[in-house]
């Protein structure tokens, strides 16, 4: 898997790089094949914001989460990019009923 990591008003830090990594690799369980991501880090006053994309199965993922921290901004964003998936895999495999 291709991941392209930007920095913005931020350093280009090798230990954000190797947290994000691992946070993807948890999401790559639930694609069968994952081609690429793209990760984007910005500073802006006091938020920490991290947008990242998601190229896998045909199907495009994107989130953007803030916090006062970037290491918590990536630990929200692992979340909602995991319900983003577990929704779209559930609407495709037709268990996702609507009323």
Avoid: P
Avoid at 2 to 9: A, S
Avoid at 11 to 37: D, Q
Avoid at 41 to 64: A, P, R
């Amino acid at each position: 898997m291709e991941i392209t990591y930007h920095f913005h008003n931020l350093e280009n830090s090798e230990a954000i790089k190797e947290y994000l990594k691992t946070k993807l690799e948890k999401l790559t369980s639930h694609f069968t094949t994952l081609m690429s991501a793209t990760a984007r880090f910005k500073v802006e006053k006091i938020d920490h914001i991290v947008e990242l994309t998601v190229n896998g199965d045909g199907v495009q993922f994107v989130g953007e989460e803030k916090a006062t921290d970037m290491y918590a901004a990536i630990d929200l964003l692992e979340k909602k990019l995991e319900k983003q998936i577990k929704k779209h895999k559930e609407k495709n495999l037709g268990k996702h009923n609507r009323s």
